[in-house]
């Protein structure tokens, strides 16, 4: 499944932004050293594993192929000595998610279409890839998702993933799929955020709740 | 395992119900379309990938039987459109999380137990299943899930699961045990919470905390 | 898996420790017997139902082999009725969840290695196993997992499966890993505790957030 280098750089590349976005929430949460190599790590392994639980990889190749994990923690452990000041520090948050969100869902998606999945499961496998990483760290620091809330999230996740499904039942190339279908994702996030691109919310009478509110009251 | 046609109109009944559960908390929290669809669908299929990851089912059979992800997001997209002012919304949700808890517990159940597993091992499944979804929702929007506080709620899922595991067990008939366990289950948590039927809560010294308190202080 | 009898002991307590501790927290929350019941158990069985997922064991042995159960439901029965007044019990709460922390480290790592794993893979499975558990209590009442912000919480998990792998490969004995493997997490874990030992902080200029912060904001 990794044969192809490029391919393996890709996914890394994934692995390596969803971690420093981990990294970097768990910096601005104050979490001690482990606390950010925990969460980071988790958020960048964390899709794939959701991906490869889905599939039925077992062990998921995080826990087998040591390049994963080495550059997910290598990535956690770098961000905490390195990084912006609180300020700035959520713009890189928002710039490495939208890196790793494109990467996982053209990744995730191209892995399960080759393993022989239809284009609508292995496109639904790629989005689940890309949200799952995010996710687990949302969820971990105790946060509402952000793919609840943010501009056109699940809607990159899902563009990425068809594009790369699409490309690789055309010629089966793998790393042109991630490739292409990684980097619209990345551009409509990022362009979403940019211009603050929202749909609609839900008009009815009453002050309703703000989804930034912990609890349902 | 979907080839009874009254079985299938079950399973999707509660992915539907389910799905319009996570869609309304969506719409109360002010979510915007795509969260809405997002919580919706994940809490209308989620319990059932729960079950097929438990069951060994990959991928899971909501990522390759496209009805059950079209109709959760069908429901969601429909809720968004379509729901109650914000005073009775909360009324609605507990009602459709009532229906989708109890289908989800006796199908989980039947389908874990003529998939040759033991009696109490569908209705753990069963059980799992049925909880499953709502706690994906309450998670994703960062409450403490119902599972936890409301009446008689994980009770409710047990006898459904009970109920069709012991109908499917003495005549194999899979839809007659979801009927007749759903219904149960539905009834039961129904009535418990019109009545506010709750068990002993632990007595100790000291205020104690709030369950809806968000932090462990 | 479960044939030595010390084996199956160790792995039973490993489940009471963390159901206790699960169970001490809903008391702590105020949630009702079910309540109380559902995030003990949960929290008994969840680090082994994640292993078992991990592994590709359908369905996880908590679910087929009934004394996992009935153990975690037990424990969180009894700790109901039977546990101290709320100024001790947060003290309760670390002691169990150390003991719970470590037999789970050592017993999942074994566990992994033995059904043929790598060492490496294997110290990973143990490591989630052990953290697995008390991350599903954690977020099931809203709280940032400790695994993210307690003294050596991670390290010692990890501590604990590497001493177990390290004597599981040396003389193949699973029950002697998971002894001196789980003890040893325990001891470094306590310690930790008792000694306030913690690692370094990221330093930024700004206030940055308290990791028991709720929202990002």
Not at 128 to 153: M, S
Request: avoid cysteine; charge should be neutral; glycine fraction near 16%.
């Amino acid at each position: 499944m990794m044969s192809d280098a490029l391919y393996e750089v890709l996914q890394l590349a994934g692995i390596l932004a969803f971690a420093i976005s981990g990294a970097l929430v768990g910096v601005r949460r104050r979490l001690d050293l482990l606390g950010v190599i925990v969460v980071g790590s988790f958020t960048g392994v964390g899709g794939g594993i959701i991906r490869d639980m889905l599939l039925g990889v077992h062990p998921p190749v995080s826990f087998t192929h040591w390049p994963n994990l080495a550059v997910a923690v290598g990535g956690a452990f770098a961000v905490f000595f390195i990084h912006p000041g609180i300020t700035r520090i959520r713009y890189f948050e928002v710039v490495f998610d939208a890196f790793g969100l494109g990467l996982f869902s053209a990744n995730g998606a191209v892995v399960a279409f080759l393993s022989g999945e239809s284009p609508l499961t292995a496109i639904l496998v790629g989005t689940i890839t890309a949200i799952g990483g995010g996710v687990i760290r949302d969820v971990l620091v105790n946060t509402v998702p952000g793919v609840l809330t943010r501009e056109l999230y699940a809607v990159s996740a899902l563009l990425g993933a068809g594009i790369a499904v699409g490309i690789a039942a055309l010629d089966g190339s793998a790393w042109l799929g991630s490739l292409v279908g990684g980097a619209a994702a990345i551009v409509l996030r990022l362009t979403s955020v940019a211009r603050g691109w929202h749909l609609p919310k839900p008009r009815f009478s009453g002050p309703g709740e703000d989804p930034s509110a912990d609890r349902e009251g």
